[in-house]
T-cell receptor, first 110, second 114 residues
Framework: TQLLEQSPQFLSIQEGENLTVYCNSSSVFSSLQWYRQEPGEGPVLLVTVVTGGEVKKLKRLTFQFGDARKDSSLHITAAQPGDTGLYLCAGGDSSYKLIFGSGTRLLVRP | GAGVSQSPSNKVTEKGKDVELRCDPISGHTALYWYRQSLGQGLEFLIYFQGNSAPDKSGLPSDRFSAERTGGSVSTLTIQRTQQEDSAVYLC????????????FGPGTRLTVT
């Protein structure tokens, strides 16, 4: 059974601080996606990484896929209150299925 | 264009009653997924439809759960004889196809079984 573990489960930080969220598995994935979900809404895709060692940047967000394609990290620089939400990683294989992690709930205090 | 829509947005039902949840995918999307999300947790895969192929029902937790997709578009998730542990947010997503296409999620239906 493929599992994705995210850490930390909850993070409360002050505006302007940096943070990193981790997504780990013992399984290899062909792709890794990161989503952000706000209360009352469905998850929204932020990025997809497909190559081991790949790094993608989206403004203040940096995503990295591990060399072995078993883990990933999301780093946010100078967090803002608008970054508040539930961050979910999801691993994909060559089929249609995505395996979702349990999520990291981020609260950025003004 | 319109995104994925789901109805109702909230549903409160008594234990033992049946409920139907509806999903309208993005027009032209051939793949449709149902997920379940417990409070603040990750998503649990329930069922997948792709075009005219037989659906993948491997994630349905019990035979009280069923889903259909009519005309390759609208989908209905039915839960019979609801139990309190069925309380969750039920999310629907659609994508252009299978295997690596971005999934677009609806806002979900929050189901509360009393």
């Amino acid at each position: 059974t493929q599992l994705l573990e995210q850490s930390p489960q909850f993070l409360s930080i002050q505006e302007g601080e940096n943070l990193t969220v981790y997504c780990n598995s013992s399984s290899v994935f062909s792709s890794l996606q990161w989503y952000r979900q706000e209360p009352g809404e469905g998850p929204v895709l932020l990025v997809t990484v497909v190559t081991g060692g790949e790094v993608k940047k989206l403004k203040r967000l940096t995503f990295q896929f591990g060399d072995a394609r078993k883990d990933s990290s999301l780093h946010i620089t100078a967090a803002q209150p608008g970054d508040t939400g539930l961050y979910l990683c999801a691993g994909g294989d060559s089929s249609y299925k995505l395996i979702f992690g349990s999520g990291t709930r981020l609260l950025v205090r003004p | 264009g319109a995104g994925v829509s789901q109805s109702p947005s909230n549903k409160v039902t008594e234990k033992g009653k049946d409920v139907e949840l509806r999903c309208d995918p993005i027009s032209g999307h051939t793949a449709l997924y149902w997920y379940r999300q417990s409070l603040g947790q990750g998503l649990e895969f329930l069922i997948y439809f792709q075009g005219n192929s037989a659906p993948d029902k491997s994630g349905l937790p019990s035979d009280r759960f069923s889903a259909e997709r009519t005309g390759g578009s609208v989908s209905t998730l039915t839960i019979q004889r609801t139990q309190q542990e069925d309380s969750a947010v039920y999310l629907c997503a659609s994508s252009l196809g299978a295997g690596g296409y971005e999934q677009y999620f609806g806002p979900g239906t929050r189901l509360t079984v009393t």
